[in-house]
């Protein structure tokens, strides 16, 4: 499955981002957004299931919202309220993931 992440750059804190991750299949039921920071490992920020059941990392629940376009083959996560701290690279991928499908990424930053 080949996934392109969108939208990512550079904000200033307090402000938003609307992420797009284009799959080319909808093999995955489930899908999420994932990020990684330098030096830092991989972690799951959100998910969203085939039929929109989600769920968030403690640390942006309540700031980011995950959706999903099953008929385009989209998702999507809306970053409100960014903090210095959730700057990173973002990736889609499958829940659990691909190591196939992992693209380039979007690249976050959020300055102070």
């Known amino acids: 499955v080949q996934l392109q992440a969108s939208g990512g750059g550079l904000v200033q804190a307090g402000g938003s981002l609307r992420l797009s991750c284009a799959a080319s299949?909808?093999?995955?039921?489930?899908m999420g957004w994932y990020r990684q920071a330098p030096g830092k490992r991989r972690d799951l920020v959100a998910r969203?299931?085939?039929?929109?059941?989600?769920s968030y990392m403690n640390s942006v629940r309540g700031r980011f919202t995950i959706s999903r376009d099953v008929a385009n083959n989209m998702v999507y996560l809306q970053m409100n309220s960014l903090k210095p701290d959730d700057t990173a690279v973002y990736y889609c991928?499958?829940?659990?993931?691909?190591?196939?499908?992992w693209g380039q990424g979007t690249q976050v930053t959020v300055s102070s």
């Open positions: 991928n499958g829940v659990p993931p691909d190591s196939n499908s």
């Open positions: 969203i299931s085939i039929t929109g059941v989600t």
């Open positions: 299949t909808n093999r995955f039921t489930i």
